[in-house]
T-cell receptor, first 111, second 112 residues
Framework: GQQVMQIPQYQHVQEGEDFTTYCNSSTTLSNIQWYKQRPGGHPVFLIQ?????EVKKQKRLTFQFGEAKKNSSLHITATQTTDVGTYFC???????????FGGGTRVLVKP | NAGVTQTPKFQVLKTGQSMTLQCAQDMNHEYMSWYRQDPGMGLRLIHYSVGAGITDQGEVPNGYNVSRSTTEDFPLRLLSAAPSQTSVYFC???????????FGQGTRLTVV
């Protein structure tokens, strides 16, 4: 079945630095979503990418969908303590009904 | 709107006991799903439903049953609890299969 992998599993970032988390699927995706989960909380939707090569920005967050629609990335610039949490990508395959989550990247920010 | 409401928030079960985790949404969403979250493994899909009366299996369905008699409710039943089912369970709903998912607050289940 479809598998979605994320790297790195953990990311320790100095406040003010940039970092990127990567998401790779074993199959071509119809779309990909990103979620953020604060410690002790529930996943909250950030964005959805649908088109090949699509790039979307939300303030300091930049999301990209690969040309082959099998990978995606999230880049955060000038990391802040409010960015602490686990970031998940989640992809839908061609059949569409199932949303498969990656293992997540847990972000820790050093002030 | 309350969004997605899960009850209970915490539960301790003994091995072999059965119970139902409740999930209700008030957004008139067609698509609902149940995930379990274990450390380092992300969220794994247990069961999902694309509308009232329609359910299907996800990645890890064994040991769990669901039904969808109304649009609003999607309960998850543990038939005979096992320690391997100790996890945090999240219910989610979305307007359709390709729109954002709204998650409930989660149920932390411990099976001893």
């Amino acid at each position: 079945g479809q598998q979605v992998m994320q790297i790195p599993q953990y990311q320790h970032v100095q406040e003010g630095e940039d970092f990127t988390t990567y998401c790779n699927s074993s199959t071509t995706l119809s779309n990909i979503q990103w979620y953020k989960q604060r410690p002790g909380g529930h996943p909250v939707f950030l964005i959805q990418l649908v088109k090949s090569g699509e790039v979307k920005k939300q303030k300091r967050l930049t999301f990209q969908f690969g040309e082959a629609k099998k990978n995606s990335s999230l880049h955060i610039t000038a990391t802040q303590t409010t960015d602490v949490g686990t970031y998940f990508c989640a992809g839908r395959g061609a059949a569409g009904n199932k949303l498969t989550f990656g293992g997540g990247t847990r972000v820790l920010v050093k002030p | 709107n309350a969004g997605v409401t899960q009850t209970p928030k915490f539960q301790v079960l003994k091995t072999g006991q059965s119970m139902t985790l409740q999930c209700a949404q008030d957004m008139n969403h067609e698509y609902m799903s149940w995930y379990r979250q274990d450390p380092g493994m992300g969220l794994r899909l247990i069961h999902y439903s694309v509308g009232a009366g329609i359910t299907d299996q996800g990645e890890v369905p064994n040991g769990y049953n669901v039904s969808r008699s109304t649009t609003e409710d999607f309960p998850l039943r543990l038939l005979s609890a096992a320690p391997s089912q100790t996890s945090v369970y999240f219910c989610a709903s979305s307007y359709s299969w390709n729109t954002e998912a709204f998650f409930g607050q989660g149920t932390r289940l411990t099976v001893v």
